[in-house]
């Protein structure tokens, strides 16, 4: 059975950075895609990053493109988002995804099969 738990969130000053960790346990990450979604009160959750098993490919939503980088450490079995240059707007709870179903659809909640519970990022102006 696969469980992630995702850790990292806090809150910090615009422009500042933060690194989210999402551990996997029951499941193997290097031979899965892993994803980063975020879903900020009244909104849906949106895809925001994924990293392809099959050579690494990261896609990212425009959204975060060249701010937010999305890496795995196959040893950790552990997935990372390392988010710089952090606005108000990324203010949301993170939640770290796997199971892809579709890889074209990677940024639609409904193609992931698994998720973890989520860390709060809270960016203050």
């Known amino acids: 059975q696969v469980q992630l738990v995702e850790s990292g969130g806090g809150s910090v000053q615009a422009g500042g950075s933060l690194r989210l960790s999402c551990a996997a346990s029951?499941?193997?990450?290097?031979?899965?895609?892993m994803g980063w979604f975020r879903q900020a009160p009244g909104k849906e959750r949106e895809g925001v990053a994924t990293?392809?098993?099959?050579?690494?490919?990261?896609v990212y939503a425009d959204s975060v493109k060249g701010r937010f980088t999305i890496s795995q450490d196959n040893a950790k079995n552990t997935v990372y988002l390392q988010m710089n240059s952090l606005k108000p707007e990324d203010t949301a709870m993170y939640y770290c995804?796997?199971?892809?179903?579709?890889?074209?659809?990677?940024?639609?909640?409904?193609?992931?099969?698994?998720w973890g519970q989520g860390t709060q990022v809270t960016v203050t102006s």
């Open positions: 995804a796997t199971g892809l179903r579709w890889s074209r659809y990677w940024y639609d909640r409904k193609m992931w099969d698994s």
């Open positions: 029951g499941w193997t990450i290097s031979n899965n895609d």
């Open positions: 990293i392809y098993t099959d050579g690494g490919i990261m």
